[in-house]
């Protein structure tokens, strides 16, 4: 495990950071999420439970924590910081009930990206996250051992992803957008076809007695679509990570 360094940055006349002189170190590959205090840890899919933990047990509060592009490196990186300052050195403190009685009084602690340290942390984040993303995208793109069945009809296609998207936009008119946007491709296509396989319309989302009667309401109510309002989705379009990198601080959106 590599050790966990403070940033160094270069400020401008105003104050603000201007750009990291140092790269930010993390152990490699982080898969659980630690307490920032503590040795607990928990599975990256029970953020909300650490989430909790951190607001009851601590009164700590992360900001916008859902554009945080690696939660368990942000952690990682904080818990090394505040081992070696005090947490009223990088959060803003709040007073619930602050004109009651003291003892009624409770502090509560914000990190957020206010702080210039966190912000760069952030950025910097969002930034790995881009490149190791158009690092698989290209890797999709020279990949020669696809193959896979349309999930309309038995047409087979093998080498080229972008020969089924393309298939399936223009015979089926399902179009899940333009080929050059999507990454991770075949969890997608694998998303889509366990949908299909559990009679679940892809746009809507209801389910359905029989493949005859799914595929008949796809095409009456022209549902061939992806629902631009899961939230799921989001990982597999390119342009998301684009502007979530030029832009840390405004969520994603769904590209059609």
Known sequence: MREIK???FEY???GGVDHILEPLCFPEQPHTLSCLFFSES??????????????????????????????PKYLLYWKGRFLEQPITDFCSEIK???TGPVEKQERYFL??????????LREKLQQKRLEEVLEQ?????????????????????TGNRSDLLNHMAHEHAFSVGLPDNIV?????????QSKVDNLQCLYCEKTFKDKVTLKDHMRKKAHRRINANNRQYDRFYIIN?????????RRSYFPL
């Open 12 to 14: 401008n006349q105003d």
């Open 184 to 192: 991770y491709c075949d969890e997608l296509l694998d998303t889509l």
């Open 42 to 71: 928990l599975p990256l899919m029970h953020k909300d439970v650490l989430l909790k933990h951190l607001l009851l047990q601590h009164k700590l509060v992360i900001a916008d924590v859902q554009l945080i592009a690696h939660l």
């Open 137 to 157: 995208q290209q890797k999709e793109r020279e990949d020669r051992s696809f193959h896979r069945v349309c999930m309309f009809c038995n047409d087979e296609f």
């Open 96 to 98: 619930t009930n602050s």
């Open 6 to 8: 403070r940033p160094q």
């Open 241 to 249: 990570y684009l502007v979530a990198a030029a832009s840390p601080h």
């Open 111 to 120: 990190l957020c990206d206010v702080l210039p340290e966190d912000r760069a």
